[in-house]
């Protein structure tokens, strides 16, 4: 059965495991047996991930985010999370869409099942 996931990056992306493996676990969620429907949140400290001065391929990110993009999911980033840490629209990466604070809640309020990493 097709569900709505969504996959919440709440660390900083540096010196951690959390961002690419949140990313893996998406990935495979996508492209998993039922191919759920799979939104990526950048929030708290996790908008630090989000920005495109980020080295993805240090980072183990590349192969995860392209395979999410053949599976459709979605890559947001948090923009009261971004306010709070004085990190700019500007700054965020082309395939990464800014969200407000309040469509992000929506989001994971409507989802069927949620992941933190």
């Given at each position: 059965m097709k569900r709505?996931?969504?996959v919440m990056l709440t660390r900083a992306p540096?010196?951690?495991?959390?961002?690419?493996?949140?990313l893996r676990a998406a990935?495979?969620?996508?492209?998993?047996?039922?191919?759920?429907?799979?939104t990526v949140i950048f929030t708290q400290d996790g908008v630090y991930g989000a920005r495109a001065a980020v080295?993805?391929?240090a980072l183990n990110m590349s192969g995860h985010v392209?395979?999410?993009?053949?599976?459709?999911?979605?890559?947001?980033v948090d923009g009261a999370a971004m306010a709070e840490r004085g990190v700019d629209a500007g700054e965020?990466?082309?395939?990464?869409?800014?969200?407000?604070?309040d469509r992000v809640t929506a989001r994971i309020r409507d989802a069927d099942r949620t992941l933190d990493f």
């Open positions: 709505d996931v969504v540096c010196g951690r495991v959390h961002v690419p493996e949140g990935r495979g969620v996508a492209a998993g047996f039922d191919r759920h429907d799979v080295d993805r391929d392209a395979d999410l993009d053949e599976q459709d999911g979605q890559l947001v965020i990466a082309a395939d990464i869409a800014v969200w407000s604070d």
